[in-house]
């Protein structure tokens, strides 16, 4: 069965999958402005209602501040990313291979492409992941931004140093999980500080990273904080990163090409970037299973193929490496 909240769907996919699994689209947690106020710190009628006006002004501060920035000056004008400031990439060997990165120039190359994106709505803010492929264009899951009302949404993170606004230019058809669940954000002003290019031939065992914004991380993460609640429109999260290896590559009833890895991805990764250990982009981390009479969990993330030929058929263009990593 789903899990209710938002921009979770009520499917039945996959249909052989038994009745204690639980499928979840980790797309977005609803994160409300207020939340992180103490409940037992609101007593009486007359302070809930000042609390709500605090939140509202604060949402409506945030709202119009965003606004600004469709007719504020491009923070860089628009164009490619110059040589000196692409982020780092990895090294091609004699025999065609490619070199895995450091830590440090891993670190770099994600925090420059990805970002959290954020869907203010009448309960607070939805959240979820993106990333750059190219310098005024980013990809998500369809199902992190359907729920935008005017098709615009934004965009967060320290490479950014400001809150950006992102408008939705393409979508797939549905978001249904084993579907292909990708959207098309275009960047308004500025260009992205990196991207990312494609793998797409995964090979089981590989080491992979996922990057992204997961809600229950980001709720201890000072920054984010002063975002939500004070309008602090430079606070951005830090970026998590987890480590693990793809364990199987499945086709889904659907027909999709999928992969099941073991790095930890929760509510707010969806849309983000799985990479593999020279950067480059295997898959797009979009929903995760949970037996709970098994106490097992499974991660799941779509093939970068389809998502290459979403974006071509789109008109951006995507690079592919097809070299091996390691």
């Known amino acids: 069965m789903w899990l209710e909240g938002p921009l979770t769907r009520h499917d039945n996919y996959p249909k052989s999958m038994p009745a204690r699994w639980s499928t979840i689209a980790i797309a977005s947690i609803t994160l409300v402005l207020a939340a992180c106020q103490p409940p037992a710190s609101i007593s009486g009628s007359a302070e809930k209602q000042a609390k709500l006006a605090d939140v509202l002004a604060r949402e409506q501060s945030l709202k119009t501040q965003l606004q600004g920035l469709s007719t504020a000056a491009?923070?860089?004008?628009?164009?490619?990313?110059?040589?000196?400031?692409?982020?780092?990439?990895?090294?091609?060997?004699?025999?065609?291979?490619?070199?895995?990165?450091?830590?440090?120039?891993?670190v770099e190359k994600l925090e420059r492409a990805t970002v959290l994106v954020l869907l203010p709505n009448a309960k607070g803010l939805a959240t979820g992941t993106g990333f750059f492929v190219s310098p005024q264009y980013l990809i998500t899951n369809r199902h992190v931004?359907?729920?935008?009302?005017?098709g615009h949404v934004l965009l967060v993170s320290r490479m950014l140093e400001h809150i950006r606004r992102g408008t939705v230019v393409a979508a797939t058809d549905n978001s249904t999980p084993g579907s292909p669940d990708f959207a098309l954000v275009r960047l308004e002003n500025g260009q992205a500080p990196g991207a990312l290019d494609i793998n797409t031939e995964p090979t089981k065992l590989s080491e992979v990273i996922a990057a992204g914004y997961p809600g229950l991380v980001m709720r201890g993460d000072a920054n984010f904080v002063k975002l939500v609640r004070e309008g602090d429109l430079s606070a951005a999260p830090d970026l998590s990163l987890t480590r693990g290896t793809i364990q199987s590559l499945q086709s889904s009833s659907a027909g999709t090409p999928i992969i099941v890895h073991t790095a930890s991805i929760l509510q707010g990764n969806s849309g983000g970037p799985l990479v593999d250990a020279c950067g480059l982009v295997v898959g797009v981390n979009t929903f995760i299973a949970v037996d709970q009479q098994q106490s097992g969990r499974v991660s799941y993330a779509i093939q970068a193929t389809p998502l290459g030929t979403?974006?071509?058929?789109?008109?951006?263009?995507?690079?592919?490496?097809?070299?091996?990593?390691?």
């Open 145 to 150: 931004v359907e729920s935008s009302t005017d």
């Open 310 to 326: 979403f974006a071509d058929r789109n008109g951006t263009a995507i690079n592919r490496d097809r070299r091996p990593c390691g």
């Open 74 to 106: 491009a923070h860089c004008p628009p164009g490619y990313i110059a040589e000196g400031e692409r982020s780092p990439s990895a090294a091609a060997e004699a025999d065609g291979k490619l070199s895995p990165l450091s830590a440090k120039d891993m």
